[in-house]
């Protein structure tokens, strides 16, 4: 098993930026891709980026590319998002997830955190 805590929501204007980080727990999180996804009020759970386990690889969504810059620190067992420029659309409950591969598709991972808010205002 593998324990996902997110944090670093939170409000920020347009504009701003915000670094959200994902600890997990044991020492098996090398071994897994890590993926962020996020789920805005009414809407269905979307891709934002993903990560290899060697962190060789980075995947993007278009609508963050460029803007958003995904990492990982295996040695603090840690995933981030850091993500500048943000607009109003970027505002949803962001969850990080690891898995076998870093697909675009949330039923491919294994593992999710809770979820932290970043609410972007106008």
């Known amino acids: 098993q593998v324990q996902l805590v997110e944090s670093g929501g939170g409000l920020v204007q347009a504009g701003g930026s915000l670094r959200l980080s994902c600890a997990a727990s044991?020492?098996?999180?090398?071994?897994?891709?890590m993926g962020w996804f996020r789920q805005a009020r009414g809407k269905e759970r979307e891709f934002v980026a993903a990560i290899s386990s060697s962190g060789g690889s980075t995947y993007y969504a278009d609508s963050v590319k460029g803007r958003f810059t995904i990492s990982r620190d295996g040695a603090k067992n840690t995933v981030y998002l850091q993500m500048n420029s943000l607009k109003p659309a970027d505002t949803a409950v962001y969850y990080c997830?690891?898995?076998?591969?870093?697909?675009?598709?949330?039923?491919?991972?294994?593992?999710w955190g809770q979820g932290t808010q970043v609410t972007v205002s106008s």
């Open positions: 997830a690891a898995g076998s591969y870093g697909t675009t598709r949330p039923n491919d991972y294994n593992y």
């Open positions: 044991g020492r098996t999180f090398r071994s897994y891709a």
